[in-house]
């Protein structure tokens, strides 16, 4: 079993709709989740990330955790096709040389 | 992108020769790290580096070396190349550690190299 599970997808919506990406984790120590995107043919960028549990917002983004089910959210509001993209997921290796752990990534392709 | 170039960008190499992918900084940051990335295993770690000459395994170590002789530079080699090591290799820097609730340790990527071994 992997560490950290996600759908890869793909995900086709359209323009407009809200977004929900999924990932679930099996090492309760994680504490530190982020959300890569990634555009094609390019490297992963940071784009979220939160500590411990809780929800995060910035702008039309919203990242949320809940350690209690070992369950990650990233929710996009008013889905635009420059979202199109795959999202990662990453959680700290909890080491010291601050390994990341990542999922598959889910491919989202927002339609005009 | 945060100063990480990676070279060459794309390659095609025979199986069995050795080849080796060099990632340079210029943001002078400690940790450096390889990873390769495969439809549906997502990135997975090959190597990284702690600092000049620190280097220690990931979790798909075999048949790959690296090298840090520079903070700016980390070599990534394939000894003998196979097949299976067709790949996008990316390279990645980060600062330091996780460090609190209000900030968190970025890992920044390079643009990648595409490797296909025949």
């Known amino acids: 079993q992997k560490e950290v599970e996600q759908d890869p997808g793909p995900l086709s919506v359209p323009e407009g709709a809200i977004v929900s990406l999924n990932c679930t984790y099996s090492?309760?120590?994680?504490?530190?989740f982020m959300w890569y995107r990634q555009y094609s043919r390019k490297g992963p960028e940071l784009l979220m990330y939160?500590?411990?549990?809780g929800n995060k917002e910035d702008g039309r983004f919203t990242a949320q955790v809940d350690k209690s089910s070992k369950y990650i959210s990233l929710f996009i509001r008013d889905s635009q096709p420059s979202d199109s993209a795959t999202y990662l997921c990453a959680m700290d290796g909890m080491d010291s040389s601050y390994k990341l752990i990542f999922g598959s990534g889910t491919r989202l392709l927002v339609r005009p | 992108d945060a100063g990480i170039t990676q070279s060459p960008r794309h390659k095609v190499t025979e199986t069995g020769t050795p080849v080796t992918l060099r990632c340079h900084q210029t943001?002078?940051?400690?940790?450096m790290y390889w990873y390769r990335q495969d439809p549906g295993h997502g990135l997975r770690l090959i190597h990284y580096s702690y600092g000049v000459k620190d280097t220690d395994k990931g979790e798909v170590s075999d048949g790959y070396s690296v090298s840090r002789s520079k903070t700016e530079d980390f070599l990534l080699t394939l000894e003998s190349a196979t097949s299976s090591q067709t790949s996008v290799y990316f390279c990645?820097?980060?600062?330091?550690?996780?460090?609190?609730?209000?900030?968190?340790?970025?890992?920044?990527f390079g643009p990648g190299t595409r490797l296909t071994v025949l």
């Open positions: 939160t500590y411990s549990s």
């Open positions: 090492n309760s120590a994680f504490q530190y």
């Open positions: 990645a820097i980060s600062e330091s550690g996780s460090i609190g609730v209000d900030s968190v340790n970025e890992q920044f």
């Open positions: 943001e002078n940051h400690r940790y």
